[in-house]
């Protein structure tokens, strides 16, 4: 079992997607990144489209990410940091959809705030030479360069009902990547976190 300190926030995380996601169409419409309705002023959307998604199994898919995160990456995180990772992340991630991808009109999911945090939770264990992290470290940025080469899965796709935003994940990682210079997370202890390092094996409970 993991200390408390490990699943409070993602778990928080998880059980707000979950509220929002009841909330149905209006809530989407209200949180979705939407080009049109940012460029009008609605700032709020360049975050909150992360947090809303196509539809019930697209939630679970993002739910489901979370859940591995947490089992891939256990670490003490204030609930402050957890935040601050999720939300600069996902507001670079959207600024950098804004900046870069003008075709994109609509966007909705977590996907690309995960892939940053799985760079985030797999760094410091790689630097602690743990070979699976590296592994998975090596899979994620694979998969990242082969989505920008060849596109989506046409299954993925349609197991959401709708378009798999390969670009998201990209910027997301990187992202990450920029976050962990900043605050110092490639070193196993990222600055203003008071819960400490990342867990070793040795320290579930």
Same mark, same amino acid.
């Given at each position: 079992?993991?200390?408390?300190?490990?699943?409070?926030? $993602? @778990?928080?995380?998880?059980?707000?997607?979950?509220?929002?996601?009841?909330?149905?169409?209006?809530?989407?419409?209200?949180?979705?990144?939407?080009?049109?309705?940012?460029?009008?002023?609605?700032?709020?959307?360049?975050?909150?489209?992360?947090? =809303?998604?196509?539809?019930?199994?697209?939630?679970?898919?993002?739910?489901?990410?979370?859940?591995?995160?947490?089992?891939?990456?256990?670490?003490?995180?204030?609930?402050?940091?957890?935040?601050?990772?999720? =939300?600069?992340?996902?507001?670079?991630?959207?600024?950098?959809?804004?900046?870069? @991808?003008?075709?994109?009109?609509?966007?909705?999911?977590?996907?690309?705030?995960?892939?940053?945090?799985?760079?985030?939770?797999?760094? $410091?264990? @790689?630097?602690?030479?743990?070979?699976?992290?590296?592994?998975?470290?090596?899979?994620?940025?694979?998969?990242?360069?082969?989505?920008?080469?060849?596109?989506? $899965?046409?299954?993925?796709?349609?197991?959401?009902?709708?378009?798999?935003?390969?670009?998201?994940?990209?910027?997301?990682?990187?992202?990450?990547?920029?976050?962990?210079? =900043?605050?110092?997370?490639?070193?196993?202890?990222?600055?203003?976190?008071?819960?400490?390092?990342?867990?070793? $094996?040795?320290?579930?409970?």
């Amino acid at each position: 079992m993991f200390s408390r300190s490990v699943w409070l926030a $993602p @778990v928080a995380l998880m059980l707000l997607l979950l509220a929002i996601e009841t909330g149905g169409e209006p809530l989407r419409a209200l949180l979705s990144y939407d080009r049109a309705a940012i460029t009008g002023g609605q700032w709020w959307r360049l975050l909150t489209g992360n947090f =809303v998604h196509l539809g019930w199994y697209h939630w679970f898919l993002n739910e489901l990410g979370l859940l591995v995160l947490m089992l891939l990456c256990p670490e003490r995180l204030s609930v402050v940091v957890f935040a601050r990772r999720v =939300v600069l992340i996902g507001l670079a991630m959207a600024l950098c959809l804004y900046a870069f @991808v003008p075709n994109l009109h609509h966007y909705v999911g977590m996907s690309g705030i995960i892939h940053g945090l799985f760079v985030l939770g797999l760094l $410091p264990q @790689v630097r602690r030479r743990d070979l699976v992290s590296l592994g998975c470290l090596i899979f994620l940025l694979g998969k990242l360069g082969y989505e920008q080469y060849a596109g989506a $899965p046409v299954s993925d796709e349609t197991a959401i009902g709708g378009s798999v935003i390969t670009d998201s994940h990209f910027f997301g990682a990187a992202a990450a990547f920029v976050y962990a210079l =900043v605050f110092g997370n490639w070193r196993g202890s990222e600055r203003g976190n008071r819960d400490g390092a990342a867990l070793a $094996p040795a320290d579930t409970e």
